[in-house]
């Protein structure tokens, strides 16, 4: 689906009444012989300031372009009405271990639909495998408020780049975060301790997300050493989810929160 087309939004109204609320539409390609149409994606209030994916992905590469770090597009989501856009660099924020770099990353998000705020936060990627690490107790989020006061929101970007060279500079260190990494590293997932885990800090992952990261992670061809004991660690675990979430074929809204939620849930079970 394509995340660019024109939106517009319209007064709903009822035989000649008037609503509250107002649609956002989207403008779709028709058929070779018909004229394109508009389709709803969404309904939102009048004072909604509706913003454009195109002008999301555009801000993006602004922020991208003027900080310090050199960024480059990893993936688009899109499901016609919640939108992300995500972008990697190779500034290593740390290694968990040895030839095992995390670098800083970013994502903006966008909703047609008032499901989700327009806003950014820093995420970070392992570099082997390009595995996305979303959280919400490491990294702050800026919201963009779809409020018509926030319609000069493109003066706040400088502030978005500060916060991203703060962090490329170590001002806004990331050492509990990485400290937390490493312990994953060293932690033995012995099935007492995975049940430790599961029911203490990862409660509120779905129960088929959980079965399908507990079946790769348990399954022999994951993991590199013939030796469970060294293998089967934290850190091996982390990556097992996020690989499932980031790289899923048909990602939804809550693959984004799920990822947060397993990682800050598995630092919580190291801090």
């Known amino acids: 689906m394509n995340p660019y087309l024109p939106i517009r939004k319209v007064p709903l109204d009822y035989n000649g009444i008037s609503s509250s609320a107002f649609a956002v539409q989207m403008q779709h390609e028709g058929d070779i012989d018909k004229l394109p149409e508009w389709k709803e994606t969404g309904v939102v209030g009048h004072n909604y300031l509706l913003v454009d994916n195109d002008s999301v992905r555009k801000a993006a590469e602004q922020v991208a372009e003027e900080s310090k770090l050199q960024f480059v597009h990893d993936k688009t989501f899109f499901n016609g009405r919640s939108y992300a856009y995500s972008l990697r660099s190779d500034h290593v924020v740390g290694e968990v271990a040895q030839g095992d770099d995390v670098a800083l990353g970013m994502q903006f998000w966008n909703s047609y639909d008032g499901s989700k705020a327009f806003g950014f936060a820093m995420m970070l990627y392992r570099l082997i495998c ?3 690490m979303m959280s919400k107790d490491h990294f702050s989020t800026y919201r963009f408020k779809h409020q018509p006061s926030n319609e000069n929101w493109e003066d706040s970007l400088t502030e978005v780049v500060t916060n991203i060279n703060n962090l490329s500079n170590g001002s806004h260190g990331l050492d509990g975060l990485m400290k937390n990494l490493r312990s994953l590293n060293n ?3 012995t099935i007492e301790e995975l049940g430790r885990i599961r029911h203490n800090h990862l409660y ?3 129960v088929q997300l959980w079965g399908n990261i507990v079946d790769r ?3 022999p061809d994951n993991h590199n050493s013939g030796d469970v004991e060294t293998d089967h660690t ?5 990556n ?3 690989d499932i979430l980031w790289h899923k074929e048909k990602p939804t809204v809550s693959s984004y929160g799920q990822n947060a939620t397993i990682v800050d849930g598995l630092c919580q079970a190291v801090a």
């Not at 934290?234 to 982390?238: D, E, F, M, R």
């Open 187 to 189: 932690l033995n997932v």
């Open 234 to 238: 934290g850190w091996q675990l982390l």
């Open 130 to 132: 390009t595995n996305g």
């Open 240 to 242: 097992t989810a996020t």
């Open 217 to 219: 992670y348990t399954d």
């Open 204 to 206: 509120d992952v779905p």
